[in-house]
């Protein structure tokens, strides 16, 4: 099996080849540059759209059997701001989602987003750990290590392997 993941994040990479070689067994994935078609910091639904593009965009390249989008956003709950990883995973012609655990920024860390900056680039600089995005990622720093980058990912990459799990459920 042939996976593209729509980005060279060896992060985001690491966790698709985690969660498909436990289910699926031996798998071939490859981190693929593939255009997101929304800003580079999300909102909202920008978000699924990300995750959708990025996926279908991998795929396109003809040559993988799945292609995989991942990516996070801010969605606004009350008056509060929510980080959610989206997740999206395309056949040709199924496209499944899923969405991993949601959490707080500090007010620190939003104003600074809400004023265009991207939240990647802030909490590297509030934790001090250049390319945080590519280690343990903003909710292993806030959550001292409880959660990493790579386990949030994971989740978000086997919720949208759900309905594939379940085809007959599904419609499919």
């Given at each position: 099996m042939k996976i593209a993941v729509g980005s060279r994040n060896p992060v985001k990479v690491k966790a698709v080849e985690n969660v498909f070689s436990r289910l699926y067994g031996i798998v071939d994935v490859e981190g693929v540059a593939a255009r997101s078609g929304v800003p580079a910091q999300p909102f909202g639904e920008e978000t699924v759209a990300g995750a959708v593009n990025r996926a279908k965009n991998a795929f396109a390249l003809e040559k993988f059997d799945y292609g995989v989008g991942i990516e996070a956003g801010l969605f606004e709950v009350g008056d509060m701001m929510i980080d959610l990883q989206y997740c999206a995973i395309y056949d040709g012609s199924w496209v499944t989602l899923g969405c991993g655990s949601g959490f707080q920024y500090p007010?620190?860390?939003?104003?600074?987003?809400?004023?265009?900056k991207e939240v990647g680039d802030v909490m590297s600089a509030v934790s001090g750990i250049e390319n945080l995005g590519e280690k343990e990622g903003a909710i292993g720093f806030l959550s001292r290590g409880m959660l990493t980058r790579m386990r949030l990912t994971e989740q978000s990459v086997f919720m949208a392997l759900i309905?594939?799990?379940n085809p007959h459920l599904y419609g499919h």
């Open positions: 007010s620190i860390v939003l104003d600074e987003v809400i004023s265009g309905p594939r799990l």
